[in-house]
């Protein structure tokens, strides 16, 4: 059974950082594509950051997380990160991990098979 677990979610004041993690069971997070997604009340979940499986290799962000954010993954301990810095208000949202991606584009929710259940993260200005 695949198991998503998320932490390292936290409030924080602008301008500081978090790193979120995503510790996986039941798959092996080298050979797929780990993302995270982000999500506030009453709008669509958005796609933040994307981490292919080795094999097709490579990372891509939403344009507001470029050169903010860093996705990363530790094959040690079956986990993938999500480095925040320079955080905005605008970060403010719960975080989900995505795992088992079906294809396609890599920021439409439909494409991702197994979901975390989310960590909050609350930005101050």
């Known amino acids: 059974e695949v198991q998503l677990v998320e932490s390292g979610g936290g409030s924080v004041q602008a301008g500081g950082s978090l790193r979120l993690s995503c510790a996986a069971s039941?798959?092996?997070?080298?050979?797929?594509?780990v993302a995270w997604f982000r999500q506030v009340p009453g709008k669509e979940r958005e796609g933040v950051a994307v981490i292919y499986s080795e094999d097709r290799g490579g990372t891509e962000y939403v344009d507001s997380a470029k050169g903010r954010f860093t996705i990363s993954r530790d094959n040690a301990v079956n986990t993938v990160y999500l480095q925040m810095n320079s955080l905005k208000p605008e970060d403010t949202a719960m975080y989900y991990c995505?795992?088992?991606?079906?294809?396609?584009?890599?920021?439409?929710?439909?494409?991702?098979?197994?979901w975390g259940q989310g960590t909050q993260v609350t930005v101050s200005s």
């Open positions: 039941g798959f092996t997070s080298r050979t797929n594509s």
């Open positions: 995505a795992a088992v991606f079906s294809g396609g584009y890599w920021s439409v929710t439909n494409r991702w098979e197994h």
